[in-house]
């Protein structure tokens, strides 16, 4: 049985803003190391999938930066969503094109951007986790042991029914949580049984389509749809008109929150999602002061911030806190506990009609 992978690449970035940009969006950056991180990403895939199992599901802006990156991948392995519709038709509809190169394999769901430092340790995970996939039916997720309450995830928990598979335990998970206060998120890392969601999934093709049948009969529809018509039409253009019906749901909501038969394999990784400009001061090494600094920086008295120069200067002098970027159009400056709120400035930006900072 092969084992497959699909890379989900087609988000926009908006926390990383200025550095991410519409036509250049954050999985293309280099924000840690010397490659971007969808480079990084198929890199670490590529220690035991060959490149031709592994797919890229992206938007059409996206494509050309695909190819350009990634230059030894298939135009057949990037499969272009005419809209954006959440991550469940994403899954859908690769499934159904990875279903008919590669009957009933293994398929990892990924995203593109995440940092991992432990890709040995990630690798043998997948390989434990295409294991448990192939039986009875399961889905499989990894769970990121929690170091400290964050309240930006979503957690698992899990039971204490479990089993080991190549030295890793896959446990059968209790439930899928929301987002949580912060009460409730000290709660769960006391707890030791909840871990956050990576949103990294392994299951066979045959058995995700049997849920999205169950459970998702509309999209399930428009699929069975889309794979008659890809033999007698080209397969852009089918997903060109049928793509947009599909309902705007994620793959957690849709089919992993309903499922009975899922198993969580806990994980220390050095995973990050990298979702916002504090990631940097968990990915990279701090000063003496404990700011991340890239860049042409002069800084004197300067504790706890993220400054990010794209060449010139930036001098800072008796500030704390604060996250400052630096584009050649733009100069980010906000509070880092507004990290999250930088989409604001994004929307403000349409609101004002200036899109060529967008």
Not at 176 to 181: I, L, M, N
Not at 266 to 289: F, H, K, Q, Y
Request: aromatic share 8%; hydrophobic share 40%; proline share 4%.
């Amino acid at each position: 049985m092969k084992t497959t992978c699909l890379i989900l690449a087609g988000g926009k970035g908006e926390r990383f803003w200025p550095k991410s940009r519409t036509n250049l969006p954050k999985q293309f950056l280099n924000i840690s190391g010397n490659k971007s991180m969808i480079q990084q990403t198929v890199h670490r895939l590529q220690k035991f999938i060959p490149l031709e199992q592994v797919f890229i599901i992206t938007n059409e802006s996206y494509a050309e930066l695909i190819k350009a990156q990634i230059p030894d991948l298939s135009k057949e392995n990037i499969i272009i969503e005419p809209v954006g519709r959440n991550t469940a038709p994403c899954v859908g509809l690769a499934s159904i094109i990875i279903e008919e190169r590669y009957p009933d394999s293994s398929m990892i769901v990924l995203p593109s951007d995440h940092i991992i430092k432990n890709e040995d340790e990630f690798v043998s995970i997948l390989k434990a986790a295409v294991v448990v996939s192939q039986q009875d039916e399961c889905l499989v997720t990894l769970g990121i042991a929690p170091t400290y309450p964050e309240t930006g995830y979503g957690y698992i928990e899990s039971s204490t029914t479990k089993f080991l598979v190549n030295d890793h335990y896959a446990h059968k998970v209790n439930q899928f949580v929301e987002k949580p206060d912060e009460g409730l998120a000290k709660a769960y890392v006391e707890a030791g049984n909840y871990y956050w969601n990576s949103g990294i999934f392994v299951w066979r093709t045959s058995v995700i389509r049997k849920y999205i049948r169950g459970l998702m009969p509309q999209m399930h529809d428009l699929l069975e749809t889309m794979k008659i018509s890809f033999r007698n039409e080209s397969r852009d253009k089918v997903i060109k008109t049928e793509f947009p019906k599909m309902p705007d749901q994620s793959i957690d909501y849709g089919i992993m929150e309903k499922v009975n038969n899922i198993y969580v394999i806990p994980c220390v990784l050095g995973w990050d999602d990298a979702g916002s400009w504090t990631a940097l001061e968990r990915i990279n090494d701090l000063d003496e002061n404990g700011n991340a600094i890239n860049g042409n920086i002069l800084s004197i008295d300067t504790k706890r911030c993220i400054i990010e120069s794209n060449g010139k200067l930036i001098a800072t002098l008796g500030v704390e806190d604060l996250i400052i970027v630096e584009t050649d159009d733009v100069t980010l400056i906000c509070k880092k506990e507004k990290a999250q709120e930088v989409k604001s400035l994004i929307k403000e930006l349409k609101v004002q009609k200036l899109e060529q900072y967008l």
